[in-house]
């Protein structure tokens, strides 16, 4: 088994095929293999879509990663239910007013330390 996915993980890390890498962001098996298409697709929208659907919070910290657009960042640093998605969105917040409205209405020591150092 371990072959397997050594073997599927080296085919999908030289994959450049989005289409093929966006099928298998959302339908392999392997969260490993979903998380290395996802750290390879370029398409914004997808990686968005794959932070609200995607149940493996490794995977959304990596959608999270490619994102740049405010708005998005800001609905994902206030309503993940992940501190470590959370998190990882809000240190790409520039916003400072946004980032007020999270840090005070977050739970999360991590999420307002994170917003406290900006």
């Known amino acids: 088994m371990i072959r397997i996915l050594q073997f599927q993980y080296a ?3 030289n ?15 392997s969260s490993s293999i979903r998380k290395v298409a996802v750290q390879k ?4 929208s997808f990686l968005s879509k794959i932070t609200e659907e995607e149940p493996d919070d490794s995977i959304r910290v990596t959608a999270v990663d490619k994102l740049t657009d405010q708005s998005t960042l800001i609905k994902i640093a206030s309503n993940d239910n992940s501190e470590l ?7 790409k917040i520039s916003d400072q007013s946004a980032l007020i409205i999270i840090a005070s209405n977050d739970n999360s020591e991590l999420v307002r330390k994170c917003r406290a150092g900006k």
């Open 41 to 44: 697709i370029s398409d914004i």
């Open 15 to 29: 994959l450049i095929d989005q289409t093929i890498l966006k099928e298998i962001a959302k339908s392999d098996k």
């Open 85 to 91: 998605v959370r998190n990882t969105a809000v240190v």
């Open 11 to 13: 085919a999908v890390k």
